[in-house]
């Protein structure tokens, strides 16, 4: 099954405040604040890349195709009166939501073969938070008719939470370390060893 991210609405803070790195690092100076700012961002981002995570906060979307059934495969040829889901099979009833730890589901909305829009009741499915995924109930009656491609789009929350203070300390750390080392050498660097050691208990594995 195909899918793409995007970031819809990114954070609105960062894991750690220019401050902190400056007492981190013992800078003293207002003037490379601007730079400690971008530093710390980069950080951040290479530390989520790392962990596959989200720290603070923001809103994503999930694009899913309709999964092939392999039915069509098998179909010799000539011209079939069939419905859309005969070839490409159906969506599983759990969906995993990638960028973890989820926080809640905004909406499920689904295309046909007509390029309509169809805005999933939220009573046909739940957020399955511990879990990271998206549960659909056993009641759900997802349309029959749905394109094969960019079929459903999951738009839902991520994060450790909208504030700072929600992130582990282990992951702060990690990204004042790297911002550290960044602006010590002036150079976009890879995260040190040290780092890693710190991040790698949050790593989402498969």
């Known amino acids: 099954m195909r899918e793409s991210l995007t970031v819809v609405t990114p954070p609105a803070i960062e894991p750690v405040t220019v401050g902190e790195a400056k007492a981190y ?11 400690i700012e971008a ?12 962990t596959r995570r989200s720290f603070v906060a923001r809103t994503l979307k999930l694009t899913l195709d309709l999964p092939c059934s392999g039915l069509s495969a098998g179909l010799s040829e000539g011209v079939y009166d069939l419905p859309v889901s005969a070839l490409y099979g159906s969506f599983p009833s759990t969906i995993r939501l990638p960028a973890p730890p989820l926080l809640s589901i905004t909406s499920v909305v ?4 007509a390029n309509a829009a169809t805005t999933l009741a939220s009573s046909h499915y739940f957020a399955d938070t511990a879990g990271g995924r998206l549960v ?9 008719n749905l394109r094969p491609f ?30 550290q080392r960044m602006y010590d050498e002036r150079v976009v660097c890879e995260m040190p060893p040290s780092c890693h050691q710190l991040l790698r208990q949050y790593r989402v594995y498969g």
């Not at 994060?159 to 370390?177: D, E, F, H, K, N």
């Open 25 to 35: 690092a013992r800078i003293d100076t207002a003037d490379d604040d601007a730079l």
């Open 39 to 50: 530093l710390i961002t980069a950080a951040r981002t290479a530390a989520e890349e790392y």
């Open 110 to 113: 689904t295309h046909d073969t």
């Open 136 to 144: 659909f109930n056993d009641t759900a009656v997802l349309p029959s």
């Open 150 to 179: 960019a079929a459903c789009e999951i738009t839902y929350t991520a994060g450790y939470g909208a504030t700072a203070s929600a992130v582990p300390q282990p992951i702060r750390t990690a990204v004042l370390m790297h911002a």
